[in-house]
């Protein structure tokens, strides 16, 4: 066993960095819905919103549908937010500020993102409504389809650092940040990643054709946890690209965890961008696109890094 | 005690936090109320939602034929706790329906300020949320045997929980699976005010589609007709302005596409281009070509539409369905069969592949084509000959491109994936509402 | 956690995954069966490496073979019952009463 | 008050991975019936975990939920009753595989009370992945790639046999030899 906090402030620690990510996230996103709508911001309306209409959705009764298994319903976005948790709990924020560094915290990481689409199978089976089951099965479609690109996209990381802990793969960016050694990675990452946390073009599950897929029946608590747990995947995703692809601390002048912040901010943007600026894909063209072309690249990557470490 | 005090102070406490939040609305667009929901979008008090377990309140606009009264209710019930309901006729008649669907509002201003108001009033207590409509039971009876209502013994034993289990269908692979029965409409925030699908599905596949009468047509109209429709119905039995029919035509193309931009997850791009709409000009001609450019950036023509709900022309033929049949290659129009329009050099854009790719381009190649027209056109006024070119095909007292096109839908819908189809439905800009008030015109009898 | 619970579990997820195997009817979860007792072999052999030889890392190799047995199984299981849902319309074992064509 | 802790954490993913193990064999719809399954994996993997296998363990998890997502649909697509409507009994020969499983339970836990296992604890549990990559990559290097090549090999049987288009025609057909029988009535 290497480093680990105690579980009490680790679970505190997480949880709280997390709920902070995912306000910042819900007033980023629209914050750029609004450049790209082109309607005047007033700052003050901008950051009290997501709290509004948070406290909201706490006072909303929750619905219910004819036979639902309401353990699976219930159960769905607790699942989905605490896979969530143990994803960001992988990132560390400093060499020595790290909730977990397990040797092999690119396998948890990555047990994290395939336990999601169970999260998301659950959720929308269990409601036992036509749409939301829809859109789980896309979901199951999308998720088999970027498992394997987004695990070599990341392998290819853990060569520089002969290790599969992300410590190790961070502090092994010191001279070169792994975005400049192995260029394809960051862009293949960051389209799974937004696949993994279906946000924007890759909301195939809860998708507007579905007037909402497996969240149509959900309302009040379900409602916000769920949404709240797909934010908090999006800013572990985030996070995790800054550390693996970005050098995570390092970085001149600042202290590490705000080049950490910094830089999670900063692929936050990219990837909330491409929801107000990309129009929703396919799910045959994704799942095409994702054997065909990103399975080949993301190998491409692994054996090109692999062959410059040699 | 002490721990109810807690939960209601906390209550209270959240309640004064969420009054202030944007009212989260399921909208249902009734006759004449197309435009005036859209434009809610644009209010940034008010959040349009698309499933009603999101809302909070539930705003029905317009005229609403008997027909609806059912699913109104139900959709009512669906709201979940606590919900109030606001009726915005729109110069529509009173209804005969329970006394949650009275009209509450009349006029457009005041609108968000109400829903506001009812937020705060049902957070604070001070309202009490509606109780449900219709009894609280299932659609289909309880029966059978066994504490699950199981038909019989086994797995498979007669219908279960009243339920038939589904049967087998085609599949494109060639396995024999499932299909599921399903009816969608008529509230489904894609489709046009009106539909109603019945689907047979297998997977995400389309097997089977067939749909339903629209509650708009065949009956007399209970409300006014929409502002945008306005001057196309105007024109079959009276002369009216060139510049003012290609403006609102343009206006309506514009229209058309805030909505498809919400259908491929553009909803702030579809706020923008709302906001052109609106304010639209006839020197705005350079902000739609801008607009067509950021449309092939953002791939929302491209790989959402690109060969998807393919049409091809002699479908179509002779139906006058408008950008439908030119974007499949048939320069079918109207307006060159009116003498107005012989001095501008109008000639109809066409397009060649017929999908949905093409349908987009089409309509906002003729945006643009209609804001030069307005432009050239001065003071002409139309020749009103018994028909018209109307945004979405030939309108005369027969009916409109949509009644006559609806036949075809079933055979454009089948096969494709659920998300394609509704690109395709959402492509093709159909309208219950302008044979209505085409077909009344014609009896000399419009609403105003 | 000592060395003869966790060989307790192992065999308890074993007896149950043979009582699946050998009395399920339908496909599938005949295959449920067969993956808990893989499931409880993984675990008596993680148990034994772990407490019993010493941490031998070939121990651990074993592993890695075990979850290549349960994957091939597991696709070419699937791959085979797609091909008889095909051909016969088969979900049950009863309705499978060749194994040829 | 450590050796508390993982003991409490052990019992805590043991006995929830033999209850929804058991859970498994005794639910009404076969989607939960995955659920369960991979419910009791994920158990296994965090006991596998707790033992210092920690690459298996979350190998075993990552792979399972993969797994199960297939075997969902599968099960959506083929079997009758996913949604757990009538209550599910498919069983045959039940009584015979009652015996086999607790006979088979019975024999298994008591090997370890009466074999007399040697107690070697490894040495440096921290050390386990690292030596798992060198063992993978140096000494096994050989059976690595066996599996690997058996791997690729059970994807490649797999998309043929599922394939529409099987070696003989259409597998609606009942894809035979040319030379043999078409198949009786034993069909479907």
């Known amino acids: 066993m290497r480093d680990y906090a105690s579980p009490g402030v680790a679970i505190v620690a997480v949880g709280a960095i997390l709920v902070a990510g995912v306000y910042v996230l819900a007033v980023l996103d629209r914050l750029l819905g609004m450049i790209v709508a082109g309607t005047s911001i007033r700052l003050g309306a901008l950051l009290a919103e997501p709290v509004q209409s948070g406290a909201l959705l706490v006072l909303q009764e929750r619905r219910t549908t004819e036979r639902p298994d309401a353990a699976g319903w219930a159960l769905a976005p607790a699942l989905f937010g605490g896979l969530a948790a143990v994803a960001l709990a992988m990132v560390p924020l400093d060499r020595d500020i790290v909730a977990a560094d397990p040797a092999t915290g690119f396998v948890v990481f990555s047990a994290a993102i395939a336990m999601v689409m169970i999260a998301i199978y659950l959720h929308g089976w269990s409601p036992n409504s036509a749409f939301a089951l829809h859109g789980a099965y896309r979901y199951g479609a999308q998720a088999l ?122 692929l936050l943007v990219v990837l909330l961008a491409s929801g107000h600026l990309l129009a929703r894909v396919r799910i045959e063209q994704f799942v095409f696109v994702s054997w065909v072309l990103l399975i080949p690249l993301a190998l491409l990557n692994v054996f090109v890094s692999g062959a410059l470490l040699l | 005690m002490a721990r109810a ?120 207590g001070q309202r009490p949320g509606e109780p449900p409509i219709l009894p609280d039971e299932d659609p289909v009876p309880w029966k059978g045997v066994g504490p699950y209502g199981q038909g019989g013994t086994g797995m498979t034993g007669g219908t279960p929980y009243g339920r038939p289990m589904a049967e ?50 065949g009956a007399p109209p209970v409300g006014v007709c929409r502002a945008g429709a306005r001057i196309f119905v105007d024109a079959l039995s009276q002369p009216v302005p060139v510049a003012g029919l290609e403006l609102a035509r343009a206006r309506e193309h514009l229209r058309w596409l805030a909505d498809a931009l919400v259908a491929v997850e553009l909803g702030s791009l579809g706020s923008r281009v709302l906001r052109l709409a609106a304010e639209l000009r006839t020197s705005d001609g350079d902000s739609i070509r801008t607009l067509g450019r950021a449309l092939r950036r953002t791939q929302a023509i491209g790989w959402a539409t690109n060969g998807v709900g393919r049409i091809p022309a002699a479908a179509v033929e002779g139906l006058g369905a408008g950008p439908i049949a030119r974007a499949a290659g048939l320069p079918e129009d109207e307006r060159t069969h009116d003498p107005a329009y012989s001095g501008l050099g109008f000639e109809p854009i066409v397009q060649r592949d017929g999908d949905a790719a093409a349908r987009w381009r089409q309509r906002l190649g003729e945006a643009a084509q209609s804001l030069e027209l307005a432009a050239r056109a001065g003071d002409r006024r139309t020749v009103p000959t018994g028909s018209v070119e109307s945004p979405r095909g030939r309108l005369d007292g027969e009916g409109n491109a949509t009644a006559r096109f609806l036949h075809l839908l079933p055979g454009v819908l089948q096969g494709l994936e659920w998300g394609d189809a509704v690109t395709t439905l959402v492509s093709l800009d159909l309208d219950f509402e302008e044979a209505v008030f085409a077909e009344t015109a014609r009896a000399g009898a419009v609403a105003s | ?90 979900d049950i074992t009863e309705k499978l009463r060749r194994l040829k064509g | 008050m450590n050796g508390l802790i993982t003991d409490g954490v052990f019992w805590l993913f043991a006995v929830g991975s033999v209850v929804t193990a058991f859970r498994v064999f005794r639910t009404d719809s076969m989607m939960r019936a995955a659920f369960f399954l991979l419910a009791s994996f994920a158990g296994v993997g965090g006991i596998l975990a707790l033992l210092g296998a920690e690459f298996l363990g979350m190998v075993l998890i990552l792979m399972m939920a993969g797994e199960m997502l297939v075997m969902a649909i599968v099960m959506v697509m083929f079997m009758m009753n996913p949604a757990g409507l009538n209550p599910m009994w498919m069983v045959h020969q039940h009584r015979v595989a009652v015996v086999a499983g607790a006979g088979s339970f019975l024999a298994l836990a008591s090997l370890p009370f009466v074999v007399d296992l040697p107690d070697r604890p490894a040495p440096r549990p921290e050390e386990a992945t690292a030596e798992l990559g060198t063992e993978l990559l140096g000494g096994s290097m050989l059976v690595f790639q066996t599996a690997g090549v058996t791997l690729l090999s059970a994807m490649i049987g797999a998309v043929v046999i599922a394939h529409r288009n099987g070696r003989f025609g259409e597998a609606e057909q009942g894809s035979l030899e040319p030379a043999l029988e078409p198949p009786g009535e034993e069909k479907g």
Not at chain 2, 184 to 211: C, E, N, S
């Open chain 1, 145 to 266: 389809s970027f498992q394997i690109p987004f695990l070599l996209a990341m392998l290819a990381t853990a060569l520089p650092a002969e290790s599969l802990s992300i410590v190790d793969i961070v502090d092994a960016q010191k001279s070169v940040w792994n975005v400049v050694r192995e260029p394809a990675g960051l862009p293949l990452y960051l389209v799974v990643g937004v696949a993994v946390s279906f946000w924007g073009p890759l909301n195939l599950p809860d998708a507007a054709d579905l007037a909402g897929g497996t969240v149509v029946e959900d309302s009040g608590l379900d409602r916000l946890l769920w949404k709240g747990a797909r934010a908090a995947m999006l800013v572990a995703v985030a996070a995790m690209g800054a550390a693996v692809f970005l050098g995570g601390w390092w970085g001149p002048w600042l202290p590490g965890p705000a080049w950490v912040v910094l830089k999670t901010v900063a």
């Open chain 2, 5 to 124: 005090g807690l939960q209601l102070g906390l209550k209270q406490a959240l309640g004064r936090v969420a009054a202030g939040a944007p009212v989260p609305v399921f909208a249902v667009a009734g006759q004449g109320a197309r435009e005036h929901v859209q434009d809610l979008r644009l209010d940034g008090r008010l959040r349009l939602v698309d499933s009603p377990g999101a809302a909070m309140v539930l705003l029905i606009a317009g005229g609403l034929p008997d027909g609806l009264a059912e699913p109104l209710a139900h959709l009512h019930d669906s709201l979940p706790h606590p919900r109030a309901t606001l009726w915005w006729p729109l110069g529509a008649g009173p209804a005969t329906w329970p006394q949650q669907f009275v009209p509450t509002i009349e006029t457009r201003d005041g609108v968000s300020e109400t829903l506001q108001a009812i937020q705060r009033e049902l957070l604070r």
């Open chain 2, 168 to 217: 087998l269908g085609a599949d494109r692979d060639g396995l024999r699976l499932d299909v599921l029965p399903l009816r969608i409409g008529p509230f489904f925030p894609r489709f046009p005010p009106g539909l109603t699908l019945d689907l047979k599905l297998a997977g995400d596949v389309i097997v089977d589609v067939a749909p339903v009468e629209s509650p708009f047509a």
């Open chain 3, 1 to 90: 956690m000592t060395l003869e619970a966790v060989l307790v579990v192992a065999a308890a997820l074993f007896g149950i995954g043979l009582y699946g195997a050998l009395s399920q009817q339908s496909f599938v979860m005949l295959m449920m069966g067969l993956e808990l007792m893989i499931n409880g072999g993984i675990l008596a052999l993680a148990a034994l490496w772990s407490r019993s030889a010493g941490g031998n890392p070939q121990g651990q190799m074993l592993g890695v073979v075990f979850m290549t047995v349960m994957a091939a199984e597991m696709s070419l299981g699937f791959a085979l019952i797609t091909s008889v849902y095909r051909v016969r319309r088969a």
